[in-house]
C-alpha cells in the first residue's frame, strides 16, 4: 500500500479513528504513526470531527432476548459443574456492564460510520458546486466573444519573401478583427512594436492599434466601428514597425513589414 498518496492517508486516518482498522492493517498503521508528524496530526483532525458526532448519539439499549440470553450465560457459567479458575476475561464476558458498554459502543460506532460515509461528498458540496456553476458561467461569458460568428472575410498577410506572416479574420457584422501573428520579423523588438493599418484602395492609411507582442502565435482581437469594418473589407492590412507607443505622425513612420487584402469567404 502506498502510505505517501494523501487519499490514502486520509482514508487509513479516518478508518483508525473508527475503529475500523484492525489486525495488521491497525499495527502497521500505529507504526507509522510513531514517526509521522502528519500523519498524527490527520489523525488528531479525524478524531475532532468524528468524536461530537460519536458522542451526540444516544446510547442504544439491546433487545430484551439479548438480555434473557446473556443471563442464562451468565448463569451457566456459575453452575458448579467444575471448578474453573475464573480468569479476566471471563470475568470480563460475564459482566453486565461490560455488554451493556460494547452495545452503547458498537450503536455509536454504527452512527459514527453512517456519518462518516455521508460526509464523504464534502468536496462536492451543493454550496461548491453552485460556486462552480458561477465559474463556468463567467467562463462561458468570457468566452462567448472567442466562439463568435464566423467570419466574413479572411487575409493572409506576407512579407517581402512571400512568408504568412500573420492571418486576419474579419466579421463585419459585429466589426470583429482577429490577428494572428504566425512568425517573429527579424528586427529588434527592444524599443519597437508592430503597428496594424488598414490600407484604403486610394492608398489612404489609418492605424488600427498596435499589435501586443512580437511572439509567434500571439493572437488579439480588435473591435472596429461598423464603418470601419465596412472599409476594411474592400481594403488591406499592412503592419509596419514602429517606436514603442507607436507612429506619431498618423501614418506609417517606420518600414512596413508585411501587408494583406481581404477576402471574402463566401466567393
Same mark, same amino acid.
Given at each position: ?10 482514508? #487509513? ?27 498524527? @496530526? ?15 448519539? *444516544?446510547?442504544?439499549?439491546? &433487545? ?11 448463569? +451457566? ?32 460506532? =454504527? =452512527? ?12 462536492? %458540496? ?5 460556486? +462552480? ?8 461569458? !468570457? !468566452? ?14 506576407? @512579407? ?7 492571418? &486576419? ?11 494572428? /501573428?504566425? +512568425? ?9 512594436? #508592430? ?12 492605424? +488600427? ?8 502565435? !500571439?493572437?488579439? %482581437? ?5 464603418? !470601419?469594418?465596412? %472599409? /476594411? ?9 514602429? *517606436? ?7 501614418? *506609417? ?12 469567404? %463566401?466567393?
Amino acid at each position: 500500500m502506498n502510505y505517501v498518496e494523501p487519499e490514502t492517508r486520509d482514508l #487509513l486516518a479516518a478508518e483508525y479513528v473508527l475503529g475500523t482498522l484492525s489486525g495488521a492493517e491497525r499495527r502497521r498503521f500505529e507504526r507509522l504513526l510513531s514517526g509521522d508528524r502528519d500523519l498524527r @496530526d490527520l489523525v488528531e483532525r479525524w478524531e475532532q470531527r468524528l468524536n461530537p458526532l460519536a458522542e451526540s448519539v *444516544p446510547a442504544e439499549e439491546p &433487545a430484551a432476548h439479548v438480555w434473557d440470553e446473556i443471563a442464562r450465560q451468565i448463569a +451457566l457459567a456459575r453452575a458448579p459443574a467444575a471448578p474453573v479458575r475464573e480468569g479476566w476475561f471471563d470475568r470480563l464476558w460475564d459482566s453486565v456492564g461490560f455488554w451493556r458498554g460494547a452495545a452503547a459502543l458498537a450503536a455509536a460506532t =454504527a =452512527a459514527a460510520l453512517l456519518l462518516y460515509v455521508v460526509s464523504l461528498p464534502q468536496s462536492v %458540496a451543493p454550496e461548491q458546486i453552485a460556486a +462552480l456553476d458561477k465559474r463556468l458561467a463567467r467562463i462561458e461569458d !468570457t !468566452t462567448k466573444g472567442l466562439v463568435a460568428s464566423p467570419p466574413t472575410h479572411v487575409a493572409v498577410l506576407l @512579407d517581402k519573401d512571400q512568408r504568412p506572416m500573420m492571418t &486576419a479574420d474579419l466579421d463585419v457584422a459585429d466589426g470583429r478583427l482577429v490577428l494572428r /501573428l504566425n +512568425l517573429t520579423p527579424p528586427r529588434d523588438f527592444n524599443s519597437n512594436v #508592430l503597428e496594424v493599418w488598414l490600407v484604403s484602395p486610394d492608398g489612404t492609411r489609418r492605424s +488600427l492599434g498596435l499589435f501586443p507582442s512580437e511572439r509567434p502565435g !500571439t493572437t488579439t %482581437a480588435l473591435v472596429l466601428p461598423h464603418a !470601419t469594418a465596412e %472599409a /476594411l473589407a474592400q481594403a488591406a492590412l499592412a503592419v509596419s514597425l514602429e *517606436p514603442r507607443d507607436g507612429s506619431t505622425t498618423g501614418q *506609417p513612420s517606420g518600414p512596413v513589414l508585411f501587408t494583406g487584402s481581404l477576402m471574402p469567404v %463566401a466567393l
